[in-house]
């Protein structure tokens, strides 16, 4: 039977740190290839820029996975954090940025379960969705920033705003429950 442990220990650790390698090398090889095809793609219509947010809530998965597993404060952001790593460390196109994002993502990811450990535990649709929304502001925000979106006209800025929320919310919170709903059928895990 699979242990949900909701404690700091090596198991806890190894955990988060697969997951953070698994997701970096599906985040460089994975969707910022897709990313970066469909933003091609996309530039003669001058909506290349909604690309960044349309995919952004597949950058944000790192989190919740490592929340489902470790159920516990923190997991989320250094899941996030350790996926960055792994991502800029292989050629991830946004360099050390990656690193910033990673963190704020994890951490706003985390708001739909903080202060709680229950909320961790239990990892209802509730949480993960709040987490997701929280989670697109900190995707959102640093981005709008370091990327200079502001400079875009308003009718993409409102466009972009709309696209991160939806993304965060089917990808970072309904895709991701849907995963581990498909974990608790097959291992039926415990928490502890």
Known sequence: MFTRSSKWNVK??????????????????????AFNLVKMLLVPTGFAPVTDT????????????????VPTLGS???GELLAS???MAIGGQWGATTILSGV??????????FPK??????????SVL?????????????????????????????????TNII?????????????????DNALKPKVD
């Open 117 to 126: 450990k229950e909320r961790y535990q239990k990892f209802t649709w509730k």
């Open 54 to 69: 349309v995919f952004s809530g597949l950058w944000l998965m790192a989190g919740p996975l490592a929340m489902y597993f």
């Open 167 to 183: 993304s965060s919310l089917v990808f970072d919170g309904v895709l991701v429950k849907l995963i581990t709903n498909l974990f």
């Open 12 to 33: 806890s650790i190894i955990l988060i740190a697969l997951i953070g390698i698994i997701m970096g090398v599906i985040y460089t090889y994975g969707f910022n290839w």
């Open 76 to 78: 989320g952001t250094i």
């Open 130 to 162: 709040t987490g997701a929304f929280f989670a697109s502001f900190g995707c959102f925000i640093p981005s709008y920033i370091l990327y200079g979106w502001s400079k875009f006209s308003m009718q993409v800025q409102i466009v972009m705003f709309i």
């Open 104 to 113: 704020i993502q994890g951490a706003t990811n985390e708001i739909g379960f």
């Open 85 to 87: 790593i792994v991502e």
